[in-house]
T-cell receptor, first 113, second 113 residues
């Protein structure tokens, strides 16, 4: 079936560096993509989202890029901090699917001091 | 304001017993979702409630799973005759509906011995 998945299960960066977390999706009919951050023992926390009619969206220290041609989504974190260490999930939402989220498997980001 | 709350935070049960998991959504949110997260995995959709509409139960893995939402607010997920493969973190989310951002609770960690 259609799914959202991530290229790498783990990513290790140095504090202060920029991080890029990638996601490939297969459902070209998706309306909306979301990045969530999940710290150990907690529920997913919304980071940023982007609608399918956009290519780029910026937040505070984070940028999401959407390339619909190759069905690729990325999350860029600027000046990565130790507090950014967590598992990052991309998720897909399609209104006709009842607004359920389809999640990828997650990337574990580790920030080294 | 208060976020999504779930109880209990941890539940250990014996195989064959029934369990009930509770979710209190954000006040005013008309949509409520249940997801399941197995160890080290992404989230799997279970069921979705939107207002007074019939729930979307298409993600429930078996007829041992059921959920209800009383008064358009609190929801209870019930698992009957629990099996070891039911062990997971059960996450609840709520939103204003449609493709509006889903906000997650901290989850209930279920362990079936």
């Amino acid at each position: 079936g259609e799914s959202v998945g991530l290229h790498l299960p783990t990513l290790s960066v140095q504090e202060g560096d920029n991080s890029i977390i990638n996601c490939a999706y297969s459902n070209s009919a998706s309306d909306y993509f979301i990045w969530y951050k999940q710290e150990s023992g907690k529920g997913p926390q919304f980071i940023i989202d982007i609608r399918s009619n956009m290519d780029k969206r910026q937040g505070q220290r984070v940028t999401v890029l959407l390339n619909k041609t190759v069905k690729h989504l990325s999350l860029q974190i600027a000046a990565t901090q130790p507090g950014d260490s967590a598992v990052y999930f991309c998720a897909e939402n399609k209104e006709t699917s009842g607004s359920r989220l389809t999640f990828g498997e997650g990337t574990q980001l580790t920030v080294n001091p | 304001g208060a976020g999504v709350s779930q109880s209990p935070s941890n539940k250990v049960t014996e195989k064959g017993k029934d369990v009930e998991l509770r979710c209190d959504p954000i006040s005013g949110h008309t949509a409520l979702y249940w997801y399941r997260q197995s160890l080290g995995q992404g989230l799997e959709f279970l069921i979705y409630f939107q207002g007074n509409s019939a729930p979307d139960k298409s993600g429930l893995p078996s007829d041992r799973f059921s959920a209800e939402r009383t008064g358009g607010s609190v929801s209870t997920l019930t698992i009957q005759r629990t099996q070891q493969e039911d062990s997971a973190v059960y996450l609840c989310a709520s939103s204003l509906g449609g493709i509006d951002t889903q906000y997650f609770g901290p989850g209930t960690r279920l362990t079936v011995l």
